[in-house]
């Protein structure tokens, strides 16, 4: 199955500082349905206190890490909403590694990431 959809996505592994940056810049938490802003740790402590994690820092190391209750917390987030990357895209009918677009970028996902904040 991920063979079939590789050349629709880019994948690869992110930093702790790219993952706080998207959940600081577009971190959104579900709540009754409701698509809230995460403002303050209230919100994180109301909804994942039980589990341990009562301010955002807790939250980002929790994501960052994949620790057990990694679940929870990743069902507590909304998807990302990322804009196209600034400068556009390159080549998106081939590979990365063919420089393109699709496919693994490792450790130059962080550089994505960062145009598309």
């Given at each position: 199955?991920?063979?079939?959809?590789?050349p629709y996505v880019t994948y690869?592994?992110?930093?702790?500082?790219?993952?706080?940056?998207?959940?600081?810049?577009?971190?959104?938490?579900?709540?009754?349905?409701?698509?809230?802003?995460?403002?303050?740790?209230?919100?994180?402590?109301?909804?994942?206190?039980?589990?341990?994690?009562?301010?955002?820092?807790?939250?980002?190391?929790?994501?960052?890490?994949?620790?057990?209750?990694?679940?929870?917390?990743?069902?507590l987030l909304y998807p990302f909403?990322?804009?196209?990357?600034?400068?556009?895209?390159?080549?998106?009918?081939?590979?990365?590694?063919?420089d393109g677009d699709w496919g693994?970028?490792?450790?130059?996902?962080?550089?994505?990431?960062?145009?598309?904040?």
């Amino acid at each position: 199955m991920l063979k079939r959809i590789e050349p629709y996505v880019t994948y690869g592994f992110l930093s702790r500082k790219t993952v706080s940056s998207l959940i600081y810049k577009r971190g959104f938490v579900r709540i009754n349905r409701a698509r809230i802003p995460i403002t303050d740790n209230s919100l994180i402590e109301q909804n994942l206190g039980k589990y341990g994690l009562t301010c955002i820092e807790d939250l980002i190391e929790e994501i960052y890490q994949g620790n057990e209750h990694f679940k929870e917390a990743n069902n507590l987030l909304y998807p990302f909403k990322l804009s196209n990357p600034r400068g556009g895209w390159r080549n998106k009918n081939h590979a990365f590694q063919k420089d393109g677009d699709w496919g693994n970028r490792e450790e130059e996902m962080n550089h994505l990431v960062n145009a598309m904040l």
